[in-house]
């Protein structure tokens, strides 16, 4: 291939298209498409106000964006390869709009279809896959971000109900939930799932203000005191903290695909942006020093892809393990995480403004490196994988 000749409209420097199937292309130009015609514009001014544009809720479960690696009670059957891409293009677009369809679907809709009871199913899948009803998975508490297990969430058997109290903190969409999924301790000190619906007395939210990352996405904090729910709104399936877990570790897959799309949009942004500003005389990409820095985003997304696409295959024949995954949420968040900030140098100071993505990614990614467990929880989670050794304390 001549220098200079290769597609860069969207890095695949290794030929990762040869290796996906055409269901799996078409799913992701699908998402591109919606990405391209109906959300770009919506970015910008609804990131300056800290909203999410929640018409797009509906319009992402009528596309089949939540858990589309699910088969059954509505969920397509794509494979684990054709939803990483559909979260590469909805994060090359903004974080918050990959995050909305990270909750909504390998969270939430995951949740229900691994534990609930199949008359659970007809009540509240219909409307979570659609996007009709709003969903969201209440796990971290004011005390225990890294450490789910010392949750203090009860919930207590009283008759045909659970009473919860307790408190969760930064869930996404808990105030406007219509369904949430909350994790709580029973009786037995066992960690289960209990679905609490719009409305429910002693149920209480309000959204967290002054974020600076991740600021087109709804983050509550919430409090359950002495919240009555049916006893039949318990997950009868969800027994332990690796119910949870197991809902975590497909979102996390997701994010190791998504984290590449807001790499190479960051990394997309600095090419055009070097080529055409001139110092000295000359296009800054010119200088040794810029092509170093897209040299490296080139060669750390590259791998990235590979690494995620060799991780969602294991996925589709069932021999992914957990700390598989976490390794390539690690790395690739990371990695993105790096681009964005090279990207940012590259533009000197128009970097800074939302004229352009990179400092919207580079704000958004913080976050995604801190959720679904930090950067560093999944270093102790690989350590522990493979010294055998437990160095989480306690
Ligand atoms: P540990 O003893 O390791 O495990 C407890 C039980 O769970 C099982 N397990 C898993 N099962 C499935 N998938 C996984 N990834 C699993 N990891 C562990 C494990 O086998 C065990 O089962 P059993 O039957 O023996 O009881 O638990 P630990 O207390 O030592 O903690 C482990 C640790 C620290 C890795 C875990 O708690 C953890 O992942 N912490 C990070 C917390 C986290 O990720 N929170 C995320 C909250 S939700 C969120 O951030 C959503 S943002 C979404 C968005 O907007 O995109
Ligand atoms: P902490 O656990 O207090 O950690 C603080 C620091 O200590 C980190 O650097 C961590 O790596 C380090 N640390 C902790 N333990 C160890 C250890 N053993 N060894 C070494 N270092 C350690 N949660 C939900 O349940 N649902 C959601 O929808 C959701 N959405 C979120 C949206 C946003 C915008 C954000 C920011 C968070 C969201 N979270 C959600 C919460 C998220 O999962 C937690 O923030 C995350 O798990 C970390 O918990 P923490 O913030 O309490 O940090």
């Not at 919506?42 to 319009?59: M, N, S």
């Not at 994060?91 to 909750?103: I, P, Q």
């Not at 679904?372 to 999944?378: A, F, R």
Request: neutral net charge; proline residues 4%.
């Amino acid at each position: 291939m001549t220098p200079g000749t290769h597609d860069m409209t969207s890095l695949d420097y290794y030929g990762i298209e040869e290796l996906l199937t055409e269901e799996e292309r078409a799913a992701r130009d699908g998402a591109r498409r919606f990405v391209q015609e109906e959300v770009l514009r919506e970015i910008v001014p609804f990131h300056r106000a800290g909203k999410f544009p929640e018409h797009l809720i509906p319009r992402m479960g009528a596309l089949g964006f939540y858990a589309p690696y699910l088969k059954g009670d509505g969920c397509p059957g794509l494979s684990y390869t054709a939803y990483g891409l559909i979260m590469q293009e909805l994060e090359r677009a903004d974080s918050g709009l990959r995050s909305l369809a990270s909750v909504q679907g390998p969270l939430v809709v995951h949740a229900l279809h691994s534990f609930a009871t199949p008359e659970q199913k007809l009540r509240w899948l219909p409307g979570l896959v659609s996007g009709k009803l709003i969903g969201c998975f209440a796990l971290t508490e004011h005390g225990h971000g890294s450490d789910p297990g010392g949750m203090e969430t009860r919930a207590k058997r009283d008759g045909d109900h659970y009473i919860l109290n307790g408190s969760k903190c930064w869930i996404g969409n808990a105030s406007i939930a219509d369904v949430k999924v909350v994790w709580a301790k029973d009786d037995d000190g066992r960690v289960g799932g209990f679905v609490v619906e719009k409305d429910m007395p002693g149920f209480r939210a309000h959204d967290i203000e002054g974020k600076f990352s991740l600021r087109m996405s709804r983050t509550s904090e919430c409090w359950f005191e002495n919240c009555r729910i049916p006893a039949e709104n318990r997950l009868p399936k969800a027994s332990g903290l690796g119910a949870p877990l197991s809902c975590l570790s497909h979102a996390r897959a997701g994010i190791a695909w998504g984290a590449i799309g807001a790499a190479i949009d960051c990394y997309e942004t600095a090419l055009a942006y070097a080529k055409s500003r001139e110092q000295f005389g000359r296009p800054i990409a010119g200088f040794q020093l810029v092509q170093q820095k897209l040299v490296w985003m080139a060669q750390e997304i590259t791998k990235a892809q590979l690494l995620a696409l060799r991780l969602t295959r294991m996925m589709e024949v069932g021999s992914a393990r957990p700390a598989q995954i976490s390794l390539a949420k690690r790395n690739n968040v990371w990695m993105a995480l790096e681009c964005a900030r090279k990207a940012r140098d590259i533009l000197g100071a128009a970097g800074i403004t939302d004229r352009y993505s990179v400092i919207r990614h580079l704000m958004n990614l913080e976050t995604v490196s801190t959720y679904e467990g930090t950067h560093d929880i999944h270093t102790l989670v690989v350590g522990r994988d493979i010294t055998g050794i437990n160095a989480f304390g306690g």
